[in-house]
């Protein structure tokens, strides 16, 4: 099933997202839709907030980049806990299917450590580093309430104030189908 996906300035996108207990709810059919919403939007990575539902899952699929350096890399993310980062900080150009049609340069560490479930809940504690530990990053905000326009400084954030208001209120150029908070019924 392929959800509407939650735009900015909602305020699920801000909240602190809740662990899952094992058996609580349906983790697999969860990140079946997940996959489904994010391919329909030509997404890389889609936290849980993004589709209304405030728990700490996310998953990520790298074979839409259709970058050979990146590899296909997919997997679903529960309860994910990152341990470490380390190595230089480097700038990326990220985007989010919740803030639609804005890319910013963000800075953070090369190299990530995670722990998380998989859709099996088997525990697993693994390192990424570049594009992959890049997306989980972005990805691991989601589930804490953060943004990556939180990363950016107030001047570039005063600077598309009104591109994000646009987006609250649903005036958006894409296709995928979308909910926003301030959207006129
Ligand atoms: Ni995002």
């Not at 697993?124 to 530990?133: L, N, Y």
Request: with cysteine; glycine share 6%; net charge negative.
């Amino acid at each position: 099933m392929v959800y509407p996906i939650v735009m900015y300035g909602d305020p699920v996108l801000k909240k602190k997202a809740k662990a899952i207990k094992p058996g609580s709810i349906d983790v697999k059919s969860l990140a079946e839709d997940m996959f489904e919403t994010m391919y329909a939007a030509n997404g890389v990575g889609l936290a849980a907030p993004q589709i209304g539902r405030s728990v700490r899952l996310f998953i990520i699929d790298t074979s839409q980049m259709d970058d050979e350096e990146v590899g296909d890399f997919k997997q679903v993310f529960i309860n994910p806990e990152i341990i470490s980062e380390n190595g230089e900080e480097w700038i990326f150009e990220e985007g989010c299917l919740s803030i639609p049609n804005i890319r910013e340069d963000v800075e953070r560490k090369d190299t990530v450590k995670i722990r998380y479930m998989d859709e099996q809940w088997e525990e697993h504690e693994e390192v990424f580093s570049g594009i992959v530990a890049r997306i989980l990053q972005h990805e691991y905000d989601h589930i804490n309430g953060k943004l990556f326009t939180d990363h950016l400084t107030p001047l570039k954030k005063r600077l598309l104030k009104g591109k994000l208001s646009n987006i609250s209120k649903g005036k958006v150029d894409i296709s995928y189908r979308i909910i926003a908070p301030l959207a006129k019924v």
